[in-house]
């Protein structure tokens, strides 16, 4: 079997670069090639270089950095530039698909309408299209712009998905909000939790003393790309509830904050004392070190975000108990899974309540954790896909 595997996101920092190595290492005994941007960023993976396809293409600009600067029209402008540009890179993915072949072609990451320009344009038969859909609810939840595009393109992607054999996406409720909003994927989707590496002894002291963060107080940690829609502001809310036993790592890259945003909001919480910040672009090592010294990862999501989180599931992998919003794809993780507390509602005391739950029994929520990061591994979701390409 020859697999392709096809991914834009690498250009950008953040998950998409782990997602594609620990797929491309993962799938054992199997001919696998990627085809991403020119300017993708693969420097600390294991990927053979005789394996990478690129497109001429550039990804990177769509970064959400540099639309900070058109202020609330950013995101229209960065949707559409997606759009423009995802077609242009699955142009590129036809004109590499008429010199050379495959058995599947699995695309890891695509803009809606991209993706069903692909769909429409690509003539092989024998190909079998597998696509992994991230941000899943097309129901209407809210009526932000992002909900209202999902809505209004659902036509064109129920014709994308016939002529699709398989769709991944991450967690069993997002699965059945899928089929709720296209009953033709009821038998052709796998709802698949997000992986994560399996726990290793750590020595979460001496990570703390070499970050310089307190070892007697409680490390609630917040990581990864700084977002709107991560509610930065609730998370620094819910640290001010907390007693002062209580210290909070940010660390990670401002998407679409400005640096004095931060700050402001730190000061009027009245909490500089009891936070430690790190902003800009984390190395996988920085990554990985501030969650080893974390006892708890905290969560915010907009309470209207229905999809898995890449650092939700990455505390697996450093025994990290969590706190998440409720509703979604993050609730039914957590709640069945025991690794943490889901707040009652989206509100800074309700986030405070639940860390002070996990707090409470920290190690019985790590054994947990621990349990759980062997069961959903980078091996198991690999062999999963296996399964989905010989169809």
């Given at each position: 079997?020859?697999?392709?595997?096809?991914?834009?996101?690498?250009?950008?920092?953040?998950?998409?670069?782990?997602?594609?190595?620990?797929i491309?290492?993962?799938?054992?005994?199997?001919?696998?090639?990627?085809f991403?941007?020119?300017?993708?960023?693969?420097?600390?993976?294991?990927?053979d270089v005789?394996?990478?396809?690129?497109?001429?293409?550039?990804?990177?600009?769509?970064?959400?950095q540099?639309?900070?600067?058109?202020?609330?029209?950013g995101?229209?402008?960065?949707?559409?530039?997606?759009?423009?540009?995802?077609i242009?890179?699955?142009?590129?993915?036809?004109?590499?698909?008429?010199i050379?072949?495959?058995?599947?072609?699995h695309?890891?990451?695509?803009?809606?309408?991209?993706?069903?320009?692909?769909?429409?344009?690509?003539?092989?038969?024998?190909?079998?299209?597998?696509?992994?859909?991230?941000?899943?609810?097309?129901?209407?939840?809210?009526?932000?712009?992002?909900?209202?595009?999902?809505?209004?393109i659902?036509?064109?992607?129920?014709?994308?998905?016939?002529?699709?054999?398989?769709?991944?996406?991450?967690?069993?409720?997002?699965?059945?909000?899928?089929?709720?909003?296209?009953?033709?994927?009821?038998n052709?989707?796998?709802g698949?939790?997000?992986?994560?590496?399996?726990?290793?002894?750590?020595?979460?002291?001496?990570?703390?003393?070499?970050?310089?963060?307190p070892?007697?107080?409680?490390?609630?940690?917040?990581?990864?790309?700084?977002?709107?829609?991560?509610?930065?502001?609730?998370?620094?809310?819910?640290?001010?509830?907390?007693?002062?036993?209580?210290?909070?790592?940010?660390?990670?890259?401002?998407?679409?904050?400005?640096?004095?945003?931060?700050?402001?909001?730190i000061?009027?919480?009245?909490?500089?004392?009891?936070?430690?910040?790190?902003?800009?672009?984390?190395?996988?090592k920085?990554?990985e070190?501030?969650?080893?010294?974390?006892?708890?990862?905290?969560?915010?999501?907009?309470?209207?975000?229905?999809?898995?989180?890449g650092?939700?599931?990455?505390?697996?992998?450093?025994?990290?108990?969590?706190?998440?919003?409720?509703?979604?794809?993050?609730?039914m993780?957590v709640?069945i899974?025991?690794?943490?507390?889901?707040?009652?509602?989206?509100?800074?005391?309700?986030?405070?309540?639940?860390?002070?739950?996990?707090?409470?029994?920290?190690?019985?929520?790590k054994?947990?954790?621990?349990?759980?990061s062997?069961?959903?591994?980078?091996?198991?979701f690999?062999?999963?896909?296996?399964?989905?390409?010989?169809?």
């Amino acid at each position: 079997m020859k697999v392709l595997l096809v991914s834009g996101s690498v250009s950008n920092s953040g998950h998409g670069t782990v997602y594609l190595n620990n797929i491309h290492k993962n799938l054992k005994d199997i001919d696998t090639d990627i085809f991403v941007p020119k300017d993708a960023i693969l420097g600390d993976t294991d990927i053979d270089v005789n394996s990478i396809h690129k497109s001429d293409l550039t990804f990177s600009k769509l970064s959400r950095q540099n639309y900070a600067k058109y202020g609330k029209l950013g995101i229209v402008k960065r949707g559409f530039d997606r759009v423009f540009n995802g077609i242009k890179f699955h142009k590129d993915l036809l004109k590499h698909l008429k010199i050379k072949n495959y058995d599947v072609v699995h695309i890891l990451d695509s803009e809606y309408i991209s993706y069903w320009y692909l769909a429409k344009k690509l003539k092989k038969k024998h190909v079998r299209l597998v696509y992994t859909l991230h941000a899943s609810d097309f129901n209407l939840q809210s009526f932000t712009i992002g909900s209202v595009y999902k809505y209004l393109i659902k036509t064109m992607l129920n014709k994308s998905f016939s002529k699709t054999a398989h769709v991944v996406c991450h967690g069993e409720w997002i699965k059945d909000r899928l089929v709720l909003a296209f009953p033709k994927l009821k038998n052709k989707i796998s709802g698949i939790d997000y992986p994560s590496n399996a726990y290793t002894e750590i020595d979460k002291d001496n990570l703390k003393a070499e970050l310089g963060v307190p070892l007697d107080k409680t490390i609630i940690s917040f990581l990864g790309m700084i977002r709107r829609d991560k509610k930065i502001e609730v998370a620094i809310q819910t640290i001010k509830q907390l007693p002062d036993n209580f210290h909070f790592v940010i660390a990670g890259s401002l998407s679409d904050y400005k640096l004095e945003e931060i700050e402001s909001l730190i000061k009027e919480a009245k909490i500089e004392s009891r936070v430690t910040r790190t902003f800009k672009y984390l190395s996988l090592k920085e990554y990985e070190d501030n969650f080893k010294a974390s006892d708890i990862f905290l969560s915010t999501h907009s309470d209207s975000f229905p999809s898995a989180s890449g650092p939700v599931s990455d505390a697996r992998s450093y025994g990290v108990p969590v706190v998440v919003p409720p509703k979604g794809q993050l609730e039914m993780y957590v709640n069945i899974n025991k690794v943490g507390q889901v707040a009652k509602k989206h509100n800074a005391k309700d986030f405070a309540d639940a860390c002070l739950l996990v707090n409470n029994e920290i190690n019985h929520y790590k054994n947990n954790v621990i349990k759980v990061s062997q069961n959903l591994s980078w091996e198991s979701f690999g062999n999963k896909h296996v399964s989905i390409y010989n169809g």
